[in-house]
């Protein structure tokens, strides 16, 4: 488990006097710095920021309006001036309690004012907090659809936003047909629901498992992004697939985490966390960054082929 | 996975089954109409069957209802703001309201729907993964509250999870509505609407 801290000014700072240090590479799939005193041994792989790669960040369980979440999007607005990513992709909860127009504003328009502004493009999926006519609303993009794919604007990659708090059987066959049909590099699954998670509150929904990993394992999925446990967790590789909860984007259930899973690979519930990502070619680099700026986890994960 | 494919080619079955039950009920001789969702070998009885069909009759005429009502509002784009999006389901619900004004629980999932209905759920929940399916549905769920039917669906209550296993057990429902739970009462959610268009109640195996 992982819980130590490396600023993000440091990583940056690294990065630029390294030359946007490059990759190692190895039969390791996923590489993370484990902590500060490893961190200061191992070379860091954090973020090369690299012109033509596609950059974006991950975002779940956070609109509710409170200061903790304001000062979450202080700091992912700090992060994007650095590391200037495209779009953001939520892992649902995206809206706390009502939904009155005055709500949207409070709890997302207003704290992510200066992404929007900067023309970050974010892409919802439900949680099970969210009223489904959020598909609706122009700034999720979700074009009225409770599930969807888009194309990253760079590299060969693919998103696919999943409703999982209702997994019809129609959406599950939808799924198999748009990893079946993709001729992308990465196929990149976002959804509520965590297949793996060791946090204390929710855990692993194995029903999830069972219905998608199949899918997942067939098609070449490498990386998958969840939310719902209010915490920061990063699986060793399951079935060689890289799971991330990324649930504490305001929400923060503090200490919740189940120590004896044997699935954590990197993990934080002591503070709220968002993920930043870099795809070059093969290779998907990931920061999870603390309110406080803090990189609480950092890697590289190789695609499976 | 090979369960649940198994669970949800039954489940297509018996929405394809339920969707050309139109007719009336089938004699008693008669092979049932509905092939059983659940991953049991045994088929549903005729009685069983022809509840599902008229269940189906009823959510499919609650449908065109909810469409020829919407149709009268202006349409909602595809991508707008929240106050496009209030203004429509308030408008919707107000409308569906007026037109269900004598609307009381068990108007779609009636009696005999609802004793099929705890049929399919206990055979699901009576499975090996019952507890964990169980465990997701009342997974941040606020237990018994006051429900009334055409209400708006609660805003402080989240919606609960409801597992595809679940799903693949109960027949097909149109778009407009879907299956959710509140405590142990299933409940028919009018989605664009935002207000529960019935519920029955102890949809759990004791």
Known sequence: MHRGRLSATVV????????????????????????????????????????????????????????????????????????????????????????????????????????????????????????????????????????????????????????????VPEQIAWLQKELEGSREDWKIPFFHHPPYSSGGRHGSHLDHREALEPLFVKYNVSVVFTGHDHIYERTKPQQGIVYFVAGSGGKLRRGNLDSTTGITAASNATDRAFVVCEIDGDELFFNAISRTGAVIDSGVITRRK | MRRLLAVLGASVLSASACAHADGPAP?????????????????????????????????????????????????????????????????????????????????????????????????????????????????????????????????????????????ASLPKLPEDLEYRFIGERLILLDVHAHTIADFMDNAFPA
């Open chain 2, 27 to 167: 004699p008693a001789e008669q092979k049932p109409v509905v092939q059983q969702p659940a991953n049991e070998a045994r088929q549903l009885t005729t009685p069983d069957a022809t509840a599902l069909a008229e269940f189906n009759q009823r959510v499919t005429q609650y449908a065109e209802m909810h469409k020829r009502l919407e149709a009268t509002l202006p349409k909602l784009p595809k991508e707008t703001t929240p106050e496009a999006i209030n203004a429509h389901q308030r408008a919707l619900e107000k409308l569906i309201r007026a037109e269900r004004k004598a609307a009381k629980q068990g108007d779609l999932i009636t009696p005999a729907t609802r004793r099929v209905f705890r049929q399919l759920l206990a055979r699901v929940f009576s499975g090996p993964e019952g507890r964990e399916l169980k465990g997701t549905i009342l997974d941040e769920n606020p237990g018994n509250i006051g429900l009334t039917v055409n209400a708006r669906y609660p805003d402080q209550i989240p919606l609960s999870t409801v597992p595809p296993q679940v799903l």
């Open chain 1, 12 to 167: 940056f700072a690294l990065l630029a006097i390294l030359g946007c240090a490059q990759p190692q590479r190895g039969p390791v799939q996923v590489q993370g710095a484990q902590s500060p005193q490893q961190a200061a041994q191992v070379p860091v792989i954090a973020l090369p920021n690299r012109p033509d790669s596609l950059k974006f960040a991950v975002l779940g369980d956070f609109g509710d309006g409170s200061s903790a979440q304001f000062q979450m999007a202080a700091e992912m607005a700090r992060v994007h001036q650095r590391f200037p990513y495209e779009l953001v992709i939520t892992v649902g909860d995206n809206i706390y309690g009502s939904e009155r127009p005055q709500d949207f504003q409070r709890k997302f328009e207003v704290p992510y004012k200066p992404l929007l502004d900067a023309g970050v493009k974010f892409y919802a999926s439900l949680g099970n907090h969210d009223s489904r006519e959020q598909r609706f609303y122009k700034l999720f993009n979700m074009e009225g659809e409770l599930y969807y794919s888009f194309k990253g604007p760079k590299q060969n990659v693919k998103f696919i936003a999943l409703e999982s708090t209702y997994l």
